[in-house]
């Protein structure tokens, strides 16, 4: 018998955490969604969100390979240059190969792909058009590490509060040098 006093827990598994806030993602505008958590949570997230009608993003970082069924459950897909390379299989160095990466995963499945492409800003392509807004210059970078979150978020904050996806666009592009 286990000297320690605390009873062992049972684990939930995430999936499971998901279906246990469907009434919160059913009453949510956006659900935004990435790979930091295991893919099938992921999925279940998604799933549950297109099933109430809430715009869903799939923030796909780290970027892992995956079936291309997740996609049908993405409005929006935002992979950085790196993400998108490893998605595809396509070179992600330049706008038209950024491009060409938005246009596959549109293939897939997903309805707009939202290529981030770093200091050069960043690239929408699908059933919102096609748009590249120019990323905000600041003054001085301190640190990168979260611009991309910072980015995601914004973006997903101006869809909820029922921007155009190019004014998100230009809102994600916005928040990501202040982070």
Do not use: W
């Amino acid at each position: 018998m286990p000297s320690s006093s605390r009873a062992a827990q049972p684990r939930t598994s995430p999936p499971a955490d998901v279906a246990a806030a469907e009434s919160v993602i059913a009453s949510s505008q956006v659900l935004l969604t990435q790979f930091e958590q295991p893919v099938e949570t992921a999925i279940a997230g998604l799933t549950l969100a297109r099933r109430h009608g809430v715009t869903t993003i799939l923030n796909p970082a780290p970027a892992v390979q995956v079936d291309d069924a997740i996609y049908a459950f993405c409005d929006y897909v935002t992979p950085n240059e790196t993400e998108a390379a490893t998605l595809t299989g396509l070179k992600v160095e330049t706008e038209a190969e950024a491009l060409a990466a938005a246009k596959a995963l549109v293939r897939r499945g997903a309805r707009n792909a939202l290529i981030t492409l770093g200091e050069k800003g960043a690239l929408l392509y699908g059933a919102a058009g096609t748009h590249r807004v120019p990323a905000f210059k600041v003054p001085r970078v301190v640190e990168t590490t979260g611009a991309g979150d910072a980015f995601n978020g914004g973006f997903a904050v101006a869809l909820a509060e029922g921007q155009s996806p190019l004014d998100a666009l230009r809102f994600g592009c916005a928040t990501a040098p202040i982070s």
